[in-house]
């Protein structure tokens, strides 16, 4: 096995947990100069060693579990929901909201708080927007650390909303085809866009639950996860859906499919660590492999009974041993 991979395998009594529990000693709104306004919240200490927190979907929204894979003692942790999701303003809307923006988003809250370079932690897509910005910021970052490895290929959204993870999970298929007649099911993310532009909110709403579903039912070892509401069960499930489709019908608005790999030697100087589940069936290993084998000097990790969840047992003990040795950066 490579030098910087493992198979962790570590008995349950020997995995670490997440830290206690701590509320946010400070949070606003940003303004970004358009129509958006960014919630972000800081948690930990505030002499500490800053990082920021970058939640996934794209859709997503920032939650209390994510300031606890961080000893708080320790670490000066940023969060923010991005454009359109969670607390910021206006909710749902695809207005000026590509990954560029996001970038820029990320930028500007460095600046607004007064740091100099952070430890970039994301998960799912959460990974694809803290290597995209490593790419572009790199002097602004002094580690990262992933999970679910997403680099937003063609092969990876045609694998899990067009043929593939259908295989598996085929009762939980036939529930994210309901929405879409037959003759629309050749192209399934231009169906549901469709259906998520809609100026009727009823449409919007029976296909955003359809499309939330489908990743709550796939995403753990452990069966059918629910994910936090925001605001109420229907305005998040759309925000979701509605940015994430958005998103992912541009193909994640990167220059060329592949951008990530081709752009990683610009970051390969960087520490890195990355904690990926050996039966993620969302971002399936392949692409957490092929990041491992362009960027061979980062920590990889493999858990052998997880899937896509940051919440599993084993990717908990991964990404707290991750963060515990990336104080030392």
Known sequence: MDRHASAAAMSPVGRRGLYREVEP????????????????E???????KPCVILHGGPGGAVNPTMRRFFDPTKWRMALFDQRGCGRSRPN?????????????????????LGVEKWTVFGGSWGSTLAL???????????GLVLRGIFLLTQKELDWFYQDGASMLFPDAWERFLAPIPPEERGNLMTAYH?????????????????????EGDTISL?????????FNEEDFAIAFARIECHFFTHKGFFDEDGWILKNIDKIRHIPGWIVQGRFDV???????????????????????????????????????RATDAALSL
Request: hydrophobic share 35%.
């Open 42 to 48: 800081e948690c930990g200490n505030p002499r500490g």
């Open 25 to 40: 000693f400070s949070f606003g709104w940003m303004p970004t100069g358009g129509p958006h306004e960014i919630y972000y």
């Open 132 to 142: 995209a910005y490593a790419i572009t910021h790199p002097d602004r970052v002094d």
């Open 92 to 112: 749902a809307s695809l207005d000026d909201n590509t990954t560029w923006s996001l970038i820029a988003d990320i930028e500007r809250l460095r600046e607004h």
């Open 194 to 214: 469709h259906r998520l532009t809609s100026t009727d909110r009823r449409v919007q709403a029976r296909a955003a639950a359809a499309w939330s579903q489908w």
């Open 222 to 230: 452990r069966g059918p996860e629910a994910r936090p509401p925001k």
């Open 282 to 320: 969302v971002t399936p290993l392949e692409s957490a492999w092929r990041l491992h084998k362009a960027w061979p000097e980062a920590r990889f990790d493999i858990i052998w009974d997880a899937g896509h969840a940051s919440t599993e047992p084993g990717v908990i003990d991964g990404l707290v």
